[in-house]
């Protein structure tokens, strides 16, 4: 498998604070951010069934979602776009216009897709963003172990740099995921303060590997917990959390609260075997 990204550029701060100083007079601007890893599509039945996370999307009405292990030309989901097809099940379930980035991680040979006419190249998966907020220009960058870093502009929040990844997996990959956190921290640092970074670390807040990143943002759902502002289980990965949303302090954004959506009350099945994690920010 081969990765893909460009581009280069690490975070500061501290953890002193939910509400971070704003600098500037303009409007404030809501902005609900969510983090999804939508496991191809497969649902909480080992179906694939693409249309449960569509539905948790819509239904949860944040305003952009960073989404991890999202498929293109794939055979074993139906050979759909999904980044394409989320985008348009997402708008025709709130009758707003989404706007959709996507960028592969990695592809292999597999073309049976478009051999057979339902898709355009080869198999894919990668990172997407979707936004009823409209998106500004982005880049990307490599990770070890066939990871990326893709980063985006939230037009209608003063153009708010917002950055999702989805790190290597299991304990004995503490050490790569070490060497990816800190290249996309020093990627990172050049869209910001304000910064947010969203995704699946596939590892507890507690790890070392974990210590920089949490040295240099806020965690959205522990900040949020301790002022009383976080709902739902924490664990969005069985009995872990692994999945975040982390902004950068001292900056024009302050938190307002947190939640790990169940997307079983919500939708009636489980629409992954992760749950989406939400945070609303006030932006200025």
């Not at 694939?48 to 794939?74: C, F, K």
């Not at 592969?104 to 990668?126: A, I, K, L, N």
């Not at 997307?263 to 749950?275: C, F, K, M, Q, R």
Request: hydrophobic content about 40%; overall charge negative.
């Amino acid at each position: 498998m081969l990765a893909v990204g460009a581009a280069i550029g690490s975070a500061c701060g501290g953890h002193d604070s939910l509400t971070s100083p704003t600098g500037a007079s303009r409007p404030a601007v809501t902005l609900k951010v969510m983090t999804f890893n939508i496991q191809h599509g497969i649902d909480g039945t080992n179906r694939y069934n693409l249309q449960s996370a569509i539905n948790a999307i819509a239904r949860a009405q944040p305003d952009i979602v960073g989404l991890q292990e999202v498929t293109r030309n794939h055979p074993f989901y139906g050979c759909d776009d999904q980044p394409a097809r989320i985008a348009s099940g997402v708008a025709a379930a709130t009758g707003q216009a989404w706007d959709v980035r996507y960028q592969q991680e990695w592809f292999t040979p597999d073309v049976s897709c478009q051999q057979t006419g339902r898709g355009d190249g080869p198999e894919t998966e990668g990172l997407a963003f979707l936004t009823r907020r409209g998106l500004l220009s982005s880049a990307t960058t490599p990770l070890p172990d066939s990871r990326i870093g893709l980063q985006v502009g939230v037009r209608d929040a003063y153009g708010l740099p917002i950055v999702v990844t989805h790190l290597s997996s299991g304990g004995s990959a503490a050490g790569t995921r070490r060497q990816q956190i800190d290249r996309l921290l020093a990627w990172a640092q050049g869209f910001g303060p304000p910064l947010l970074i969203v995704g699946d670390f596939n590892v507890g807040a507690e790890a070392p590997e974990m210590q920089p990143v949490l040295a240099s943002f806020h965690d959205a759902w522990a900040d949020a917990q301790r002022a009383g502002r976080a709902t739902g289980n924490p664990n969005s990965h069985g009995a872990l959390r692994v999945d975040y949303v982390f902004f950068s302090p001292g900056t024009s954004i302050s938190l307002d609260s947190a939640e790990v959506v169940n997307t079983i009350a919500l939708v009636g099945v489980a629409a992954s075997d992760h749950e989406p994690v939400v945070a609303s920010f006030t932006v200025r």
